[in-house]
């Protein structure tokens, strides 16, 4: 229920405000608007005030909106209301009204954004972990416990914005210079290669490939709780105990007990355990379970976390007013260039098509970070109204893009696409996004099968 609300309550604030776009520069330039819809197909509620001409509409299918403008290509227009009519404004203005739609989906996540880096946004420590040998980061000298300060001379105030700006420069590749602070403190500079990135590496964690992990407090394999009715419990594993071996290799880690559990479904796993001043030898047969299409085994027993260690992991990113507008519009240029980038990249085969979201998934995230909080929430949903915004603009025939796409041709040409060209156009139109659409439902069906 609360995935549906989520996905329900974005989907509805996004649309609306980019028909609102439409709607309010049609009404600045004399356009009469005749229906303003919150989705499609059959109406489910309709209301028209007395003082106004538009009937404010809610349909069945709620992804996505439009407005109906007077327009002479749809409907016969009495020639006393031809100054009202859209087909008969200059092209500029249509070009305006068209364009306003994306635009208010740009300025939306503007807002959020704004208002976000005014509340503070939290986040994790750029703190480098472990930098595998012979890997970009390792030939650059950088090493574990470092933080990272600037990129370029832009300053990294969290994990996720290293991620997101080294994605971007991986896409131009080249080196980067990266300052970072020391264990001890000291300033650090390290000259970064990212030409050994690839198209194909952005499908995945390309962070990985350059050797640049998150910094991870050390979890000891030491036991801190229980599922319900779990195999750890009945097999006499208690709270406290210390795991010093499975199946008699030494661990460290409670990673490394989660690998050899997960690697044994079924099968007996003998665990040396430490409880007190005693070493105790307990057997367990980790419960088999089917994960991202294969089998896995779990006892249902976690780890004693070190709870300060974990916060102190964290952090939070907030600025005055004018630093958190300059951000936001920061963010948004940078988040629709890095769209732009991906599907072109897409359209060229260098990116897998995997990358394609549909409404399955947008839901599903829109689920997820309502559960984390409305700071989450909004974060996703000013990333999906640049979504959105880069989409409309896309030159396909149906979208915003196509629309601007004629008017560009008029303005070349001297007078109006032909009804020929147009019809052409919708039927070019409908192929590319239906097809994308089955690309999107058929990612999103496959995630949730794979996990």
């Known amino acids: 229920m609360i995935t549906l609300l989520a996905f329900a309550g974005a989907i509805a604030l996004l649309v609306v405000f980019h028909e609102l776009g439409h709607f309010w520069v049609a009404r ?3 356009v009469r608007v005749l229906c303003f819809s919150l989705g499609f197909g059959k109406v489910i509620y309709r209301k028209r005030f007395a003082s106004s001409d538009t ?16 327009d002479e290509r749809e409907e016969e227009v009495a ?5 009202y009519a859209f087909n008969r404004k200059p092209v500029l203005q249509r070009m305006a009204i068209v364009v306003a739609g994306p635009l208010a989906n740009f300025l939306l996540a503007i807002v959020l954004y704004w208002g976000l880096f005014m509340h503070g946004v939290p986040g994790l420590k750029p703190t480098l972990g472990d930098v595998p040998l012979g890997t970009p980061a390792a030939i650059a000298q ?7 300060l ?33 264990v001890g403190g000291t300033h650090l500079f390290h000259l970064l290669d990212l030409s050994s990135i690839e198209a194909k590496d952005l499908d995945g964690e390309f962070l990985d490939k350059l050797g640049l992990h998150l910094y991870q407090p050390l979890v000891l394999p030491v036991i801190g709780n229980f599922a319900e009715d779990s195999v750890a419990q009945h ?28 690697a044994h479904p079924g099968q007996a796993v003998q665990l040396d355990v430490e409880r007190g001043v005693a070493t105790l030898h307990i057997t367990v047969v980790p419960e088999a379970v089917a994960e991202s299409g294969k089998t896995v085994g779990k006892i249902g027993a976690g780890p004693k976390v070190d709870v300060a260690a974990w916060q102190a992991m964290f952090t ?3 600025y005055g007013p004018l630093e958190a507008l300059t951000q936001s519009l920061r963010k948004t240029w940078e988040t629709s260039e890095i769209s732009l980038k991906m599907m072109g990249k897409m359209v060229m085969g260098e990116v897998s098509m995997k990358n394609l979201s549909g409404p399955l998934t947008i839901a599903d995230y829109a689920g997820q970070s309502a559960k984390m909080g409305i700071v989450a929430y909004l974060s996703f949903m ?15 025939p149906l979208l915003d893009g196509g629309h601007l796409l004629y008017y560009v041709a008029e303005l070349v040409k001297g007078s109006p696409v032909s009804e020929r060209a147009m019809e052409i156009g919708q039927k070019i139109g409908i192929a590319l996004l239906g097809t994308l659409m089955v690309f999107a439902i058929y990612n999103d069906i496959n995630r949730f099968i794979s996990g």
């Open 150 to 182: 600037s990129i370029n001379g832009e300053t990294i105030p969290s994990w996720q914005e290293l991620h997101w700006m080294l994605l971007d420069l991986a896409l131009k590749q080249g080196e980067v210079k990266i300052e970072a602070q020391g």
């Open 28 to 30: 600045r330039f004399g």
């Open 235 to 262: 097999a006499g594993l208690q709270q406290g105990d210390h795991i010093l071996r499975a199946n008699g290799a030494e661990v460290q880690r409670w990673m490394e007990v989660v690998e050899v559990i997960r």
């Open 382 to 396: 000013a990333l999906i109204s640049i979504s959105l915004g880069v989409l409309n603009l896309l030159p396909i």
């Open 55 to 70: 009937e404010w509409v809610i349909s069945a299918v709620p992804l996505g909106g439009y407005v109906k403008m007077l």
């Open 79 to 83: 020639p006393e209301d031809f100054p």
């Open 316 to 318: 939070e990113v907030s």
């Open 142 to 148: 950088m090493q574990s416990g470092e933080m990272i």
